[in-house]
C-alpha cells in the first residue's frame, strides 16, 4: 500500500498531541520534513501556552512495525536493532574505533534494507545486506561476519 515506511506516519503523527517540553502545554506543528537518509521526520513545534519553539525527530519503532522471518524455523519475531547492532559490533572488534564504526554501520544497514510493505524481512536478506555494507568498509570485518551469519545459509 505504501512504497515508504513513513508515508504512514507522515499523514497521521501530524496531527498527533504533543505537549510542550517546558510547561507541558498543548503544540502544533509549524514546520514539517522528511528525512529520506536518516527515516525520520524533523517536525518545528510552537507552544499555544508560552510561545516556546522547539524541533522533534520522529521515526517509527522497528520492533513494532516490522518482523523478521527466521530462514530455520519460519517463525516470525519482531525486529531488533540490537541484535544487528550486535552482530556489527562483533565483527568490527579489531578496529580501534568499533563502538563508533558499529553504531554509524548499524544505520547504513538499516537505511539500506528495504523494509517491505507486508511488514516482513527474512534473515537471510538482512544478513546479505549486511554483508556487502561491511564488504565495502572494512574485508575483515565483512568476513567475521560471513563466517557467523552466511555459514550455514551458503550451503542452501
Known amino acids: 500500500?505504501?512504497?515508504?515506511?513513513?508515508?504512514?506516519?507522515?499523514?497521521?503523527?501530524?496531527?498527533?498531541?504533543?505537549?510542550?517540553?517546558?510547561?507541558?502545554g498543548p503544540t502544533r506543528v509549524v514546520n514539517s520534513r522528511l528525512q529520506r537518509r536518516s527515516n525520520n521526520i524533523w517536525r518545528r513545534r510552537v507552544c499555544e501556552v508560552c510561545k516556546a519553539t522547539f524541533t522533534t525527530q520522529e521515526k517509527p519503532t522497528l520492533s513494532t512495525s516490522?518482523?523478521?522471518?527466521?530462514?530455520?524455523?519460519?517463525?516470525?519475531?519482531?525486529?531488533t536493532r540490537d541484535k544487528l547492532f550486535l552482530s556489527i559490533f562483533t565483527s568490527c572488534r579489531h578496529r580501534s574505533d568499533a563502538l563508533q564504526d558499529a553504531i554509524a554501520l548499524t544505520e547504513t544497514v538499516l537505511a539500506a534494507?528495504?523494509?517491505?510493505?507486508?511488514?516482513?524481512?527474512?534473515?537471510r536478506q538482512?544478513?546479505?545486506?549486511?554483508?556487502?555494507?561491511?564488504?565495502?568498509?572494512?574485508?575483515?570485518?565483512?568476513?567475521?561476519?560471513?563466517?557467523?551469519?552466511?555459514k550455514a545459509k551458503a550451503t542452501s
Open 66 to 79: 516490522f518482523m523478521v522471518e527466521d530462514q530455520t524455523s519460519r517463525k516470525l519475531k519482531p525486529f
Open 1 to 24: 500500500m505504501f512504497s515508504f515506511p513513513l508515508v504512514f506516519f507522515v499523514a497521521t503523527c501530524q496531527y498527533m498531541d504533543m505537549v510542550c517540553i517546558y510547561c507541558s
Open 113 to 123: 534494507l528495504d523494509f517491505p510493505q507486508h511488514k516482513s524481512i527474512n534473515t
Open 126 to 150: 538482512i544478513a546479505q545486506t549486511t554483508h556487502s555494507i561491511l564488504e565495502r568498509f572494512d574485508t575483515v570485518a565483512a568476513t567475521l561476519y560471513k563466517a557467523y551469519h552466511l
